[in-house]
Every structure is written in C-alpha cells, then in structure tokens.
C-alpha cells in the first residue's frame, strides 16, 4: 500500500520535519504499542490490530489467519518487538510468542491454545535477547524459558518458576536487569541458563530504562535515577508517570504517560531545544521511540506514527503562509518582467518580487482591479514584450511592460469575435507572435493579437480545434501542456486523454493513446510536456514519467520509454519537468522533486526534509532563467535552486525483495530479502529443478529513512543477478 503523510514544517529555528502517519494513510491501527528498526533499516510497527512494516513510502500489514498457522502472527494485538543476532523478528502478542523469519516468509507461533486452566493475563508473555542473540522468554506459567533453535521450541529454565516479573531486559554487558512485580529492581547474570542475583538495586521502582549505554529507572519518589556500579545518584524530578525515554539530537526525550514530551540537554537540564516539536507532542501520548540515523520516530496510542527529521536547506524556499495569508495558495507558474520574477497562484493572483530572497518584500496583482479572476494558471513572456495571462475567467488578460498596462478581456477590442475560451491552462507562443492557448475544457485555440490605433490590443483572428473529431481535434479538450516539436508541429499534453501532435500546416493531429500496443504510454493522463535540448520528448503523466527519443516519432507505433517508482521515482504523478545546463532532467511529483541522470537514468529525489517547501507540488509549475536557476512551484509556495550547487550523493538505497521465483520456485509469500548498499553480494537459495531457469523478483527501492539525496540506479537488477548457479 503506498501511503502519504501529514506534514508540519517546524520553524526556521528548529528546522526539524514533523509527518504523522496513521490508520487514515494505512496503518491498521493508530494506537502503537512497540516501534522497532531491524537490522536491514524496516521500522515495525506493533499495534492493536496488527504487525505493521513501514519501508517509507509503502506499508505492509501483517494479520492474523486462522486458516494458515505457518503464515501469520498468531494474534492481532501486538506488544513488543525484538530482533535477534539472525535477523529473525520476535513478537510479543496478548496471547503468546511469534517467530518470524524474513527471508522463509514464515511465522512460528508459541505458547498460543494451551490447554491449561485460568485465564491470561493482558501481559502473560515478554521476550528478551541477550548479546549472544539468545531468546529468552518469560510466562507467569512457566518462569523463565529459553528459546531452543534446533527443537524450535522454548525449554523452562529450573529455579525461576517462583520469580514474578513486570519487565525484564539484557543491558549492553549482558547483564540481566528485572523489575519484579513487588517494585524491585534486581541485576542478575544468566550464565548457561542458569540464573545468579547479582544485586538488589533499589526497591520502589515503577520501570526501568536502557538509553545511551545507561541504566536509568523511576521510583515511586517521583524522580528518575541512574545505575552505576558505584551507586544509584538521582538525575531529575519527575512532572508525572514515565512512558518511555530514548536520546536523540545529544538530548533526552522523556514521554509521560499522560501525554506530551519533555526534552533535557546530556546534563539533565531543561532544554529548549525543538521547541515546535515539542509543542506538536503537547497532547499526545508516546508510547515508544525508535531511532535511525537522524531520524526519530514516536509510536502513539491513537495518533500513529510521528516522523521527525532535521531538515537541510539545499534549496531556496519562498513560503506563501509567510505572507499574511491566512492560508497557503499553490503555485501555478512564472515569469520575469524586466528585473521582477512574477510568481502566479490559485487564489491569490500574481504575486511579484523584485528579489525573491527578500520574501517578505511583494506586490499583488489581483482582480478585479488587474485581472479577470485571481486563479492564475500560465503565464508567458511574449517576443512582443506583452506578458500572456491565463486564468480561471473568460478569455486572456494581457500586460504591456513598455506602458505598464494590464488588459483584461473585456480590454481586447473585437474579443466577440473570438471563439468562447476560458480556464487557460498553458500558453506557447510561434515564433510569428500568434498565441497557442490550452484550455479547460474549451479544447486548443490558435490566436493572433495586434495594436489598435489607440495602443489598445485588438483580436485579430483565430482557430479552436476541438476533440470529437477525428484526426481534426486533440485527443481532449483539457490541455495543460503545449511544446514545440519543429517549426510546422507542436506537442499539445491532454488530460485523460493522451498526447496529440498537431501538424500547423494541415491542421491535422496524430494521437499517442496508452494501452494501445506494447511500448505506448503509460497512461491517457498527459499533465505536462517538455523537449530537452537532444530533442527528447518527456511526457509527464499521473502514472509515471515517459520519455520518447527523436528517432522514434515517425514509427507508426513508437516506443515510449518510462521511469516510475519502480525505477527510484518518489512518486508516479509527475506535475512537471525541465533541464538543467547539463542536460539532467528535473521533475517534480506529490512526493517531492527528483533529479533523471543522462544518459544512464539514475535517480536522485529531495524531499521536505531537504528544503522544499513541501513534498506536493503543482501541475505545470516550473521555470528556468537566464542563469540557469530552475524554480519549482508547490501547495506552500515555490522553490527556487541552481542545480550545480545540490551536493551529489553516491548514496545507493538499500534493495527490498518482496518474492522471488525461479522455475516454478518461489520464495514464501511474506519473505523479505534486503540487498545493502554495499554492494555485498547475498546468496538466495531456490531449488531449481530442469534446465531452464527463469528467475523473477519483485523489487522496490527501500527509503527508510529518506537519505539526503537518495540516488536509485537502474543498474541494481545487473548487480542482483550478476550470476545464476544450478547445482547438479
């Protein structure tokens, strides 16, 4: 299930990412009960109705099946989650133990349907892991029990039958740390499954923590304390009950169990360190952290999973919310005038900046006073020195620089002789200074402006090419993208319809459906188009990116070359595209911008966390200067950077397999195989019976968390399948 997020950008002074996650954007359950990071970079997630994967952008769930026992957990309410030396998941449910091997695909379940009287309890079962990766388990039934890999079964261990314990766990020296139910915390060592009391450590205490190679515990005082050899000293007054505390950021983060988060420095001082984010935990209630790299994440009881990343700033972010509005308006596209960059909004009209740098120093351009409406959706600098406006209202508005004068189209003298338009999504311009306007819903216009005697614009003539009609219309009447092709025809993008070429001359259109053979497109879904400087046609589309090479256009039926997700896309819905001065692609998506290497098509995505001004950005919006700065307009304001200066990363994300079949061989329908981005080969063993091997994976690039710059390069499936072996 792919998945979207909450979003809430801290302050600049914080300059941390906040995203939610919960049951609304596909978790089974947003009360989460365990967090825990395995080995291969998978966040877990145990709630109370099910075991939850989370590999960044696509959540897996894992349920309950009574009617296969070897492919499930054995109950949908989940506790804990640990991980052993194996990589073998172990899982804490209300009703017994789960073992989960990853790359078998297969669960075992224990202790579940014992036939013994009484009932069990909410917490019967808690698992533990030492250093040496040995299992060890806990029942009020049976004492302390050691799991026994070659019986695959758990073995009790003598003597402990009488111990009554709240929490146990092993410590970094592999000592074992236990709170017992009488609220006394004790050290023991368990040498050859035999158990030895090193010492009591205090009695009163009502839960014990293992943060930063410390061992830190509540008393019924009110105050946390710290365990050394040496003694036990106290550290801070505590406001309530603790839930859970991790370090992160070189600062403790206390959860309390009522709700919300207090942060202290690595002395036990308050800190006012992230104080957005701390004021976004205020009323909700934390009941377990987990960490990797830079990444925090909070599970929840009732509001999900909570995201927190620092965020770096490799791009300049113009934000609209900044501004006075009391809302933000999407950015919908650009263009300069003179020494001015006019940004077009939804909503809001045009905004100006003499120095984009300056945020706060702007200008409004709105209706009724300038404009027609305040929905602004195109706009195009002219050969003539007239700045075309295209927006949600009837017609074109037309600004002349050289007199400072905006037309609206009650302005244009003759427009009753022109064929009904409005709704302008895109505008090209001939090199002759006739307009080519798209439309929505109106269809393709083709118009041609002069000077009145006055200085007043006048309509001059024009042509609408509607579909419905052959090969005399485009393959839709909602057009968002028009680009040049040669001097005789223009590309024009249609909404769920497909892509249109327009012969000038005839006035005849050839149209590119999907589904239509093998190498069409992707999808009818045409958002935008762009031609790079090799004459490379790129198709934007709502399922993935196209690409079409020049010596394809004349075939009756042209391969249409495509990136998606599957190739290291943040996203499918691709809103627009342009190049830089090295002739690298630039797209952007609903999940950030992304960065098409030429000529080998790697991938490198940036994301909130990076700078931009959100994840989601706008249909059409982008621009390139003269400098060769590209800008990027989004639903919180717009982006503007020079790609030169985006560090590059040899960052290769980590490969998730999901199932792998060779022959009439395949994996288990819930393995998991994770290929690290060391480039370290890892052997998958499948019986391959014949001769003839065909070998099939289902991949996916893993983003867990999202690193700076994550390049994706097609060349992994080469570096997978670098060899088959068949033994004989």
């Not at 909602?478 to 024009?492: A, L, N, R």
């Not at 931009?612 to 200067?625: H, I, M, N, P, T």
């Not at 329908?669 to 690290?676: G, K």
């Amino acid at each position: 299930m792919l998945i979207s997020s909450r979003s809430f950008a801290a302050s600049p002074a914080d300059s941390f990412l906040v995203q939610a996650y919960d049951n609304y954007n596909g978790l089974s359950n947003s009360s989460i009960n365990d967090l825990h990071i395995d080995k291969d970079g998978l966040l877990w997630l145990g709630t109370w109705d099910g075991l939850n994967m989370f590999e960044g952008s696509r959540l897996r769930i894992f349920n309950y099946n009574s009617n296969n026992d070897q492919q499930s957990i054995g109950s949908n309410i989940i506790q804990a989650i640990d991980e052993d030396k194996s990589g073998n998941l172990w899982i804490t449910t209300i009703g017994g133990i789960t073992r989960y091997d990853k790359k078998e695909g297969r669960f075992y379940n224990f202790f579940y349907q014992q036939n013994v009287p009484g009932n069990i309890t909410e917490h019967e079962y808690k698992i533990a892991i030492d250093s040496n990766g040995q299992v060890f388990c806990y029942t009020q039934r049976q004492g302390l029990t050691h799991y026994n890999l070659k019986q695959n079964k758990f073995e009790a261990i003598p003597g402990t039958i009488s111990l009554k314990i709240k929490k146990f766990s092993f410590d970094s020296n592999n000592c074992l740390i236990i709170l017992t139910e009488n609220d006394q915390l004790q050290l023991w060592t368990l040498s050859q499954n035999h158990p030895r009391l090193i010492a009591a450590i205090t009695n009163g205490a009502t839960n014990f923590f293992l943060v930063n190679n410390q061992l830190l515990f509540a008393k019924n005082d009110a105050y946390l304390y710290r365990y050394t050899p040496g003694g036990s000293s106290a550290l801070v007054a505590l406001g309530s009950t603790v839930n859970s505390i991790t370090f992160y950021n070189n600062h403790y983060f206390i959860a309390w169990s009522t709700s919300g988060c207090s942060i202290f420095n690595h002395v036990w001082q308050p800190s006012g360190i992230m104080p957005e984010v701390s004021r976004f935990l205020t009323n909700i209630r934390v009941t377990s952290w987990a960490l990797k790299d830079e990444t925090l994440w909070a599970g929840t009881d009732g509001n999900g999973v909570i995201k927190i990343t620092p965020q770096t700033k490799f791009f300049g972010t113009v934000s609209l919310f900044q501004q006075g509005s009391a809302y933000n308006r999407p950015v919908r596209a650009f263009c300069e005038n003179g020494q001015q960059l006019w940004v077009a909004t939804k909503g809001r009209g045009i905004i100006t900046y003499a120095n984009p740098s300056k945020e706060k120093e702007f200008k409004n351009i709105t209706a009724p006073e300038y404009l027609d409406n305040n929905s602004v959706y195109a706009l195009k600098k002219g050969i003539d020195n007239l700045i075309y406006i295209g927006t949600d209202g009837a017609g074109l508005n037309i600004y002349e620089a050289n007199r400072d004068r905006f037309f609206k189209w009650s302005d244009i003298i003759n427009k009753e002789t022109c064929p009904d338009f409005g709704s302008v999504y895109s505008i090209y311009q001939d090199p002759d200074s006739s307009i080519w306007v798209g439309t929505s819903g109106y269809g393709l216009l083709h118009l041609r402006f002069s000077r009145a005697v006055n200085g007043s614009i006048k309509y001059a003539s024009g042509r609408k090419y509607s579909a419905g009609e052959k090969d005399k219309g485009p393959a839709n009447n909602i057009i968002y993208s028009i680009t040049p092709y040669d001097k005789d025809h223009i590309w024009v993008g249609c909404r769920y319809g497909g892509l249109s070429l327009l012969n000038k001359k005839t006035g005849r259109f050839r149209t590119f459906k999907a589904f239509t053979y093998e190498g069409s497109l992707s999808n009818n879904d045409i958002i935008y188009i762009y031609k790079d400087k090799r004459s490379v046609l790129w198709i934007g589309t709502s399922y993935g990116l196209n690409f079409l090479l020049p010596d394809e256009i004349n075939k009756s039926n042209p391969v249409f070359r495509k990136i998606t997700t599957e190739q290291g896309l943040p996203n499918n819905t691709i809103h627009a595209i342009t190049e830089d001065n090295e002739g690298n692609i630039w797209i952007s998506s609903n999940k950030g911008i992304a960065k098409i290497n030429w000529p080998n098509l790697s991938v490198s995505n940036y994301q909130q966390t990076d700078g931009l001004q959100s994840s989601e950005f706008s249909d059409g919006a982008v621009w390139k200067d003269k400098n060769g700065k590209l800008y990027f307009g989004g639903i919180s304001g717009f982006n503007s950077f020079l790609p030169a200066r985006i560090s590059k990363s040899n960052y290769l994300g980590n490969m998730l397999i999901s199932y792998v079949t060779a022959g009439n061989q395949g994996s288990g329908q819930n393995s998991l195989f994770v290929f690290p981005n060391n480039k370290t080969a890892i052997p998958l063993s499948i019986q391959l019976p014949g001769t003839k091997i065909i070998l099939a994976l289902k991949h996916r690039p893993l983003i867990l968390p999202m690193p700076k710059n994550l390049k994706y390069l097609t060349s992994w499936k080469a570096m997978i399948i670098h060899g088959i072996h068949r033994k004989p």
